[in-house]
């Protein structure tokens, strides 16, 4: 792999120009990374879709039924009568149901979150460190010599 | 450090200093809380006996605290996600001070509990794990009820005080050698800052924050119900969690300005947490006293047409014997200063902020005072009336030394990391935010358009 990269002080029309020349140079998007120390205000194709919002509500469900079946576990493994209340009281159980719940969709969101944007130890950091925040830095991974040679030629001429 | 630097330069220069000032600062706080775990350690072997809790106080200065702290916790996490949720761009450079003070807030507050056990080494029969006898706490309790939500906000806290800072981790590490590089380089994950790791980042934090108000509401009313589940005079109230709620809000606020005006003096970020948000959190934290004033009197008001003895018992405590000192006390420090302070323009500068809150959070600590002590003192029976309840040594040290571990917590962190978020200031705004359209030019855009 060869890789050719350009930096764009911000805000900045060509950006968006070179990305899509690359696409119409029939580039894969897979080869394209756009990186910046803050988010860019300009839409770029390269996002995706994201299952964070449905895999957060499963996972506060499978949360959910967890909460409950801890305290259903709890309260019959050792029973305690308190006052006049059955067992298995709906109100105790749906605090600690809603609380389980509701750790369950946040911890959730957070592994989907590290899963999706490609986060965690062991993986490889592209060094850019010189970087700086107003910029964006466009950066190619070519197959071989000619297609690194098209990509130069619309990033840097 | 030059105003013409870079602005994350400029953010980032507390990380690399290191001043003797600072060291004494660390240390003379690291004694304090030392002192303070001596005292906890001394009670520990001689028991709670050494406390001024008797019957039929048993709850004092611990629980106090532990509704205190978990109070100011509320300013960081909750008023955070509010602000990101409703787009609010003035919240930029608070909300990440504003996320640590929830943290260490809970580390502490969550500790108090543990301080009032009579056998604080066995505090994990809390947790329902598989032992010798199955599982077995008591589920319907209101202090298991603490367990859960009090560790469901604090990991969601840590989270949610981690997940915005790992942008500013990755730049960080890009510019250190060393043992920063290998640090930053671990807890950054290997951020690149790629358009579809903003995307999610964005994505994450939003989802977040609207499940992190409902944890910190949550936690609060249930910290409330420690109070109204049980058939005690002055505490067995309806209206006892959105009062908590409020007021921790009130408190936390309050905290939020105080912190937001030491590290404008200390790390010199007059440019970052300017006038305009202390005007903007002065205009909360007074709607905040004007809803604790409400509660307050309607609180008063009930108990008092309702003239139920055993509560009046406490009800005149409070505002005419005993304990009418410090409910006036309570009252001064919660309305009658920051009010005015805050209402009149002129007066809700910076420093007139920073009195308010210094009189709210006094005034909240007496508050929880004033909850947890004269409802037990004034029960029913006539004779329990005359045993009050006095703090000794360990509760005052212990309190102050909790004062002492916020500070020295919050003032590490700033050295570790940094306390304004980096990305989120130098993010480019859109342009409706950044300028205002003027309604001629807009027309003209409209007309041009058709």
Not at chain 1, 43 to 61: D, N
Not at chain 2, 37 to 44: G, V
Not at chain 2, 100 to 115: C, E, K, Q, S
Request: charged share 15%; hydrophobic share 50%; proline share 7%.
């Amino acid at each position: 792999m060869i890789e050719i990269s350009r930096r764009y002080p911000l805000p900045n029309p060509h950006l968006e120009r070179d990305l899509a020349s690359l696409q119409q140079a029939g580039i894969d998007s897979r080869q394209i990374a756009v990186l910046s120390r803050e988010p860019l205000p300009v839409e770029l194709p390269a996002s995706g879709r994201s299952r964070l919002s449905l895999l957060a509500v499963t996972g506060a469900i499978a949360g959910m039924a967890g909460a409950l079946g801890l305290v259903a576990w709890t309260v019959y493994s050792y029973r305690l009568h308190v006052g006049g209340m059955p067992f298995f009281a709906p109100l105790p159980a749906g605090v600690i149901t809603y609380e389980m719940t509701l750790l369950a969709a946040i911890v959730t969101t957070v592994v989907v979150f590290f899963l999706e944007a490609g986060l965690g130890p062991g993986r490889r950091v592209p060094p850019h460190p010189e970087l700086q925040s107003g910029e964006a830095l466009l950066s190619v991974q070519c197959r071989d010599l000619e297609q690194a040679e098209w990509v130069r030629r619309i990033l840097v001429d | 450090m030059s105003t013409a630097a870079p602005v994350s330069t400029r953010l980032l220069a507390p990380l690399y200093g290191g001043s003797r000032r600072f060291r004494l600062i660390v240390m003379a706080l690291a004694a304090i809380v030392a002192c303070a775990a001596a005292a906890f350690l001394t009670q520990a072997v001689v028991g709670l006996g050494l406390t001024g809790m008797r019957r039929p106080v048993f709850w004092g200065f611990y629980i106090t605290n532990f509704v205190f702290w978990i109070g100011i916790s509320h300013a960081g996490t909750l008023i955070s996600a509010i602000l990101r949720l409703t787009k609010a761009t003035w919240r930029r450079p608070i909300t990440r001070c504003a996320e640590a003070i929830t943290v260490f807030a809970l580390m502490i507050g969550g500790l108090f509990p543990i301080l009032h056990l009579g056998r604080p080494w066995l505090f994990y029969w809390l947790a329902p794990y598989a032992n010798q006898r199955v599982i077995w706490p008591n589920i319907h309790s209101p202090l298991e009820w603490d367990f859960f939500a009090i560790s469901t906000y604090f990991s969601g806290s840590l989270l949610y005080l981690y997940l915005p800072l790992i942008p500013d981790l990755a730049l960080i590490r890009d510019r250190s050698a060393g043992w920063r590089r290998r640090l930053y380089g671990a807890l950054a994950v290997n951020w690149q800052g790629t358009q579809k790791q903003w995307h999610r980042l964005e994505f994450a934090i939003q989802l977040m924050a609207a499940a992190i108000i409902g944890v910190a509401i949550s936690v609060h009313t249930i910290v409330s119900w420690d109070f109204s589940m049980s058939i005690v005079p002055s505490w067995h109230s309806t209206i006892f969690g959105p009062y908590f709620v409020a007021g921790a809000i009130f408190s936390g606020i309050a905290a939020l300005i105080i912190v937001m005006a030491l590290l404008r003096r200390l790390l010199h970020f007059e440019q970052w947490l300017q006038p305009v948000h202390f005007d903007n959190l002065g205009k909360l934290l007074l709607t905040m006293s004007l809803l604790w004033g409400y509660f307050v009197a309607a609180e008063m008001i009930t108990v008092w047409y309702g003239n139920d003895p055993s509560e009046m018992a406490s009800f005149w405590a409070r505002v005419s014997q005993n304990y009418a000192p410090l409910f006036w006390t309570m009252v001064a420090c919660n309305f009658l200063i920051p009010f005015p302070i805050l209402a009149i323009k002129k007066l809700r500068t910076i420093t007139g902020t920073v009195i308010a809150s210094s009189t709210v959070v006094v005034g909240m600590w007496l508050e929880r005072f004033l909850i947890v002590v004269p409802g037990l003192a004034e029960q029913r029976l006539p004779f329990d009336r005359w045993l009050g309840y006095v703090p000794r040594w360990p509760e005052i040290v212990i309190t102050v030394g909790s004062f002492a571990a916020m500070t020295l917590l919050y003032l590490l962190f700033s050295r570790l990391f940094p306390m304004i978020s980096i990305w989120e200031v130098t993010e480019p705004q859109p342009v409706a935010e950044a300028v205002p359209v003027p309604v001629a030019v807009r027309n003209e855009i409209q007309e041009e358009a058709q």
